[in-house]
């Protein structure tokens, strides 16, 4: 049984109609998790946001929730739940006037597992973009997906700990979930839309 920690946040600002969500899973470095993982975790989440603000509107804030729960990777049940340090909200501070509401930057999460015959991969969106960020040709430009490559990178340096970020697999029915080691992080080179999945 392998035991995942999630890290979360909510979003709020003018990009959005009703608060967002973002989360990111890891491997804890202490199995079955410890507060000292929630803690490093969360620090290392935020670091991607705080990375990413100065190409974030001014409205947009993350707020982070330090209690980070575990779950069995494997059947998705969960197993327990830490406190730990909250890492402080991290507010947007690019210039420009704000681009649609439904245009957002896209973070891919690669992995080198493949199950049933399909790569694990995983995406955290980045909400706010601003006319800044726009190339002539209506795509992110260069230092848009430089600046935010940069910042998702950050997540693969060792931390305190020794957790590691990952990708859920989520299961089915109960059963067959696994996770996945995260060893890159690119930016797509267009701008991405988050639907709701409600």
């Known amino acids: ?8 946040a909510i979003l709020t600002g003018a990009a959005f109609s009703e608060p967002g969500f973002t ?3 890891w491997l804890p470095g202490t199995v079955g998790g410890s507060t000292a ?8 989440f935020r670091a991607v946001w705080d990375g990413s603000k100065a190409l ?3 409205s947009v804030s993350v707020d982070f929730d330090p209690i980070c729960v575990c779950v069995d990777a494997a059947t998705g049940a969960l197993t327990a739940a830490f ?16 681009l649609p509401r439904q245009t957002q930057g896209l973070v891919r999460w690669a992995t080198s597992t493949v199950v049933a015959g399909r790569r694990v991969r995983g995406r ?6 601003t006319e800044n960020s726009n190339s002539v040709s209506g795509a992110p430009s260069s230092t848009y997906q430089s600046t935010i490559a940069t910042a998702a990178a950050t997540v693969l340096a060792a ?3 020794g957790s590691v970020p ?4 989520r299961p089915q029915s109960g059963g067959g979930g696994s996770s996945a080691n995260i060893t890159a992080a690119s930016v797509a080179p267009s701008w991405s839309v988050l639907r709701s999945r409600r």
């Open 124 to 129: 955290l969106f980045i909400p706010g973009p």
């Open 166 to 169: 990952v990708v859920w697999h």
């Open 159 to 161: 931390g305190a700990t």
């Open 37 to 44: 993982d929630a803690s490093d975790c969360l620090a290392r």
């Open 23 to 25: 989360s990111m899973w």
């Open 1 to 8: 049984m392998a035991v995942i920690l999630r890290t979360a």
């Open 56 to 58: 974030i509107e001014p």
């Open 83 to 98: 406190a730990g340090t909250d890492p402080g909200t991290v507010v947007g501070t690019a210039t420009g006037d704000t």
